[in-house]
């Protein structure tokens, strides 16, 4: 199955590489966009060592005329990890791109999010989508706020959008965030 999504479309303020025009490559990773993390990071060789390169790409450029505008859209594809270096935490079955960096030091980790001060309504985003079997395709967008007291990340809002049917063509699409149960 197979996502193409174009995230350009702003709640107010525009994500950092929203429209998914820059990609880049690190440390032997097959391209992604850049400011996102994509299951792209399991096919990198030194996470797999001593396998040369057991997983495969599942984040792609969709160029024309498969993209959305521009010159690129993100291509997210559902594959199946052949090595999982964390199976408890990382599922087998996977097709991701989140917004924000792997930190490196003084261990690896996602760190997810960029810093934004907006309170937003809604966020807007394309996407056209295919399904394979029972595959579901989920955007999830979160607003979070790092509590100095206690140390730790808090919600404060949360929007899901999730699409079980064929979206044959780009189609904009908008999740409505709850700041009530937060």
Do not use: H
């Amino acid at each position: 199955s197979a996502i193409v999504l174009s995230a350009g479309a702003f709640a107010q303020a525009p994500l950092l590489n929203g429209d998914f025009e820059t990609w880049a490559s690190a440390f032997g990773t097959p391209e992604e966009p850049t400011n996102w993390v994509t299951a792209n990071n399991f096919a990198n060789p030194l996470l797999t060592f001593p396998n040369a390169n057991p997983n495969p790409t599942s984040v792609f450029k969709a160029i024309a005329p498969d993209n959305y505008q521009g010159s690129f859209s993100c291509k997210i594809t559902t594959i199946d990890l052949l090595f999982n270096p964390d199976p408890t935490n990382i599922p087998n079955r996977i097709g991701v791109c989140v917004l924000g960096t792997v930190q490196t030091t003084p261990s690896v980790a996602l760190v997810d999010g960029k810093p934004y001060t907006s309170r937003p309504a809604t966020f807007t985003y394309y996407a056209k989508y295919t399904p394979s079997g029972t595959d579901t395709a989920i955007c999830f967008t979160e607003l979070t706020r790092w509590n100095t007291t206690t140390m730790q990340r808090e919600t404060i809002a949360a929007g899901i959008d999730v699409i079980t049917g064929t979206v044959s063509a780009y189609g904009m699409r908008t999740l409505t965030y709850d700041y009530a149960s937060y």
